[in-house]
């Protein structure tokens, strides 16, 4: 391993390898050849298609052996990643379909909406929505609008788990999204009214998503999508703020990268840094970069490398993508990353306190106080955190 290298590649298992180097659409003659080397001393393929499937990178995978290592890969191995595969795509096409439908519902109704991540991702980044892994649909909508929303919602059989749904309305509570879950397990829509939690605010407004929106089609429609240098940094600060847990978030921020070869990433940067989200982005490009061989100005990879703090998430991001059962994680790992990641010590206090003690939804089914109450709710919500996690804290020592 080089010094500047973020990964060990030698402390991989084989089959982890594997998945990491065909997670991609750019194929390139050696990285064809190192994967053919690693398809044929696999021993587990169930394995590499659980690893896969874990790190949502799938259709990826069998894209590429499917294409390029096909005499390496047993054929009984092959059949059970088109399977797999065909089974997500066949999944993706219903979610694409949905979200068209149920979009201009809302739209009928005079509804904004704009769509991320999901089906439009995968267009607008990988060509096809059959080569990304997703599980459900985000929409942006208007606060003011979310009661007609959910009446849609509600009435095509989507269903949310809040029972007090008045308390959305208030602005008060941490929630900026709101989950409806399909009859049948056929999928879920996030519905927010913030791009991020206040907690979080580092990607851009949703001012920006509505200005900058743009239509896309989806072979099953046109839906208005997020624009191509909003999507790119979302993506950096939304992976930031859950660890970079996924090899399929760095794929994102790659095939994002791909498609979009003449995006203006120093714009974006001096962007990111008015938002407080430079340390998110430069991560995001470097590991990009590095782990998924993402096009990048040498300038900017200078910008990532030569910044401490970017390089130390980044590395500490790549050795633990697919750490081993053995190396245990500790409950305070999800909170290092997103931690890190912000700049300025007065920011990371202000994310840890809102994560800890800003009331929730939870806290207002569990106890529904009248609104001039609502201040009571952070005193009885580190209790409440107290009862809920404390014992499985003292379980971990």
Known sequence: MTSDALLDHSSLSG????????????????RTARASGLAAHVRDWDNVIDIAMKHAVLPLVHRYLSLECTAAVPEAAMTKLRTQWQMIALYNRHLAAELVRLTGLMRAANIATVAFK???????????????QFVDLDILVHQADLPRVAEILTAERYLSPHTRR?????????ESE???????????VDVHWKATPRSFRFAPTEESFWHRARAIDLEFGTVTAIAPEDLLLYLCVHAAKHGWVQLGAICD???TLRARPAIDLMAILDEATTLGSRRMFLTGMLLAHELAGAPLPDELVAVARNDRNVSAIARRVASGLFRGAGRAATPFDPWAVPIRSIEGTGAQIYYVVQRILAPTMG???????????????WLIRPFRMAAQYGPRLVRKQ
């Open 15 to 30: 089959e982890a390898a594997l998945v990491l180097c065909c997670a991609t659409t750019a194929a390139t003659p050696s």
């Open 178 to 188: 709101d989950a409806f879950f399909a009859a049948g397990a056929m999928g879920a």
């Open 253 to 255: 921020v790659a095939e």
């Open 166 to 174: 008045e308390g959305l309305a208030t602005n008060y509570f941490q």
């Open 118 to 132: 999901g089906p439009v991702l995968a267009a607008m980044a990988y060509g096809s929505i059959d080569l990304r």
């Open 363 to 377: 806290d207002y089914e569990l106890i529904p106080l009248p609104r001039p109450l609502f201040p009571l709710y």
